[in-house]
């Protein structure tokens, strides 16, 4: 059964610096792969998604994701955060054969300091 | 509908008593799921509910849970004699057809509190 693991709960930035967010995941073939920010107050939102092809996608408000599939990961990054960032961020997972149930990490908690 | 809609919002219940959480998903979206995310921790899976299929209920915490889809839309998430620790936002969501890659969409959850 697939997994997946983000090892850090939270992260502390300084605004304008750039941002990693670890995800790595567990599965026989290669999975897809999605990264959902949850801001305060709101509901969880989709800001990318891996499917096959080029491994480093584009996503919303300027976050990128590299699959790398020698190390099973998916790393979400961003070359300058904003204040507005600060949220919960999480890494997910969906096997491409039977069921396509999708499953969460635990999550990383985003504090961006002026 | 134009998003994921739950109800209700909020949710003060007593312990022991049952409450009933519901969920219309986007319309024409045949994959349906419940979440639950306790405070402070991430989303944990329930159940999984795919057009005619069976729903993979493997997340279900245990037999006071329950759920069912009628006519391939609207959801309940029925949970009985309620416990403190069942206090969590409930989140349902969807998505279009059976896939792996397609996007699921969020409600913005139903706060149960037990008291």
């Known amino acids: 059964a697939q997994s997946v693991t983000q090892p850090d709960i939270h992260i502390t930035v300084s605004e304008g610096a750039s941002l990693e967010l670890r995800c790595n995941y567990s599965?026989?073939?290669?999975?897809?792969l999605f990264w959902y920010v949850q801001s305060p107050g709101q509901g969880l939102q989709l800001l990318l998604k891996?499917?096959?092809?080029?491994?480093l996608v584009q996503g919303i408000k300027g976050f990128e994701a590299e699959f790398k599939r020698s190390q099973s990961s998916f790393n979400l990054r961003k070359p300058s955060v904003h204040w507005s960032d600060a949220a919960e961020y999480f890494c997910?997972?969906?096997?491409?054969?039977?069921?396509?149930?999708?499953?969460f990490g635990a999550g990383t908690r985003l504090f961006v300091k002026a | 509908g134009a998003g994921v809609s739950q109800s209700p919002s909020n949710k003060v219940t007593e312990k022991g008593k049952d409450v009933e959480l519901r969920c219309d998903p986007i319309?024409?979206?045949?994959?349906l799921y419940w979440y639950r995310q306790s405070l402070g921790q991430g989303l944990e899976f329930l159940i999984y509910?795919?057009?005619?299929?069976?729903?993979?209920k493997s997340g279900l915490p245990s037999d006071r849970f329950s759920a069912e889809r009628t006519g391939g839309s609207v959801s309940t998430l029925t949970i009985q004699r309620t416990q403190q620790e069942d206090s969590a936002v409930y989140l349902c969501?969807?998505?279009?057809?059976?896939?792996?890659?397609?996007?699921?969409?969020f409600g913005e959850g139903s706060w149960l509190t037990v008291v």
């Open positions: 969501a969807s998505s279009a057809h059976q896939g792996a890659g397609n996007t699921i969409y």
């Open positions: 599965y026989g073939a290669t999975p897809y």
């Open positions: 891996y499917f096959s092809g080029d491994t």
């Open positions: 997910a997972v969906v096997g491409n054969t039977g069921g396509f149930k999708t499953i």
């Open positions: 319309s024409g979206h045949t994959a």
């Open positions: 509910f795919q057009g005619n299929s069976a729903p993979d």
